[in-house]
């Protein structure tokens, strides 16, 4: 008979070659991985295709909307601004030290993904929800979130509505192709109210019809609503009802299967987030070129190859971001913040260390 001396032997007999086996199978895995990240290997057939073309073109060519102030907007000269227009120069500078480099492709709400999956736009940052389908099933990689937003409503203010709950039997406008239209099917529905959707391809149709009175209500992102509302004849005649009825989490996506990519797009986000909480700023990160302090000599390229492993060709590549461009709080202040006409508080997008969401992971 076994006692249990002898099972514990016979189980430390066999366990030692399968621990060995694990131990260096999970070597092979992990030195693998790290080649795959430093080295350029990666998966799929178009790691690295995209970075070669921007740098052999000499720009990044940016999908955004086709006018919506505030996030990506171009004046009467065909200058653009906003918070996307922004995130494309960023990453500009992250390859080419030079926040110019952009070319933008205004793209309706319908064709914008596929304008991204046939390779028309290298970047979609274009007030664009993240949702499941999106990104698993359309062949799309979203980085990270530059603008966390939820759908709500507008309204006369003579329509006598104090709340969205007393839409009933109404008209509601909003943009075909967006998540705006599921989530005002699901909410009226949910509610038992009667509803009918004038839905428009282009944006501009939209504001026109609904500031022309053909429809009760119009409907789309909370900050879509507060920039829209500049464009009515008279913006104070309007009201945004208290409600939030989804989630809107708003970034920057683009094709799956360039990883490197994938990767230069988030870590440009990630900087813009982790310069404010470092408080570097384009006015002062010039004095911290030489800074003692590690995460700021990371930030700033004085050590370690963040650039190198990116495939970029500078290690400052941070640097230049915050130096061209700034970081997220300037360019929130100055795209929708509340001394702009759209005037959005922080809210949940302050740093989590000011009550807010926005969270960089570590750059190390
Ligand atoms: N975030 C929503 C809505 C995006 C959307 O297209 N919104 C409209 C209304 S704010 C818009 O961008 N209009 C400006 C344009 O089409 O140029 C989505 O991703 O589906």
Redesign the pocket.
């Known amino acids: 008979m076994m006692n249990l001396g002898s099972i514990g032997k016979r189980l430390r007999v066999l366990c030692l070659p399968i621990l060995f086996a694990f131990g260096v199978l999970g070597l092979t895995i992990s030195s693998a991985s790290a080649l795959g990240g430093f080295g350029g290997g990666g998966s799929g057939g178009d790691y690295g295709k995209t970075l070669k073309e921007v740098k052999s073109k000499g720009y990044v060519q940016c999908g ?5 102030p505030g ?2 907007n171009p004046d009467d000269a065909g200058n653009w601004s906003g918070i996307d227009v922004e995130f494309c120069r960023s990453v500009a500078a992250a390859i080419f030290g030079d926040a110019d480099k952009v070319q933008y492709s ?4 319908k064709v ?1 993904f596929e304008s991204l999956r046939s390779g028309e736009v290298d970047l979609l940052a ?4 993240w ?1 499941f389908d ?1 990104d698993v099933a359309l062949g799309l990689e979203f980085v990270g979130v530059n603008y966390y ?1 939820g ?1 709500g409503f507008m309204v006369r203010r003579n329509l006598g509505v104090d709340s969205s709950f007393e839409l009933n039997n109404v008209s509601v406008c ?2 075909t ?4 239209e599921l989530n005002a099917a699901d909410f009226f529905r949910a509610n038992k109210l009667k509803y009918k959707i004038v839905a428009f391809e ?3 149709e ?1 504001v026109a019809a609904y500031d022309a009175g053909r429809c009760d209500v119009y409907t ?2 909370r ?3 507060a ?2 509302r500049t464009k009515l004849s008279n913006p104070r005649e309007h009201k945004v009802l208290p409600e939030i009825i989804s989630k ?1 989490p ?1 970034g920057p996506v683009v094709r799956q299967g360039d990883e490197q990519w994938a990767d230069i797009v988030r870590w440009t986000l990630n900087a813009l987030i982790a310069a404010e909480e470092l408080e570097l700023t384009s006015g002062n990160i010039a004095s911290h070129k030489n800074s003692e302090n590690p995460k700021i000599r990371r930030f700033v390229g004085a050590e370690g190859e963040f650039g190198t492993a990116l495939g970029l060709d500078d290690n400052a590549w941070a640097y230049n971001i915050i130096s061209k461009v700034g970081n997220y709080a300037e360019i929130y202040e100055r795209t929708v913040g509340p001394k702009t006409p759209l005037g959005l508080a922080r809210g949940a997008n302050a740093l989590w260390t000011k009550g807010g969401i926005l969270y960089a992971p570590p750059l190390r």
């Open positions: 955004v909307s086709q006018g919506l996030f990506s205004p793209l309706s709400a914008r274009r007030n664009t929800t949702t999106r937003d759908q909003t943009n192709g967006t998540t705006t282009k944006a501009d939209v789309t992102d900050s879509g609503l920039a829209q809107e708003l």
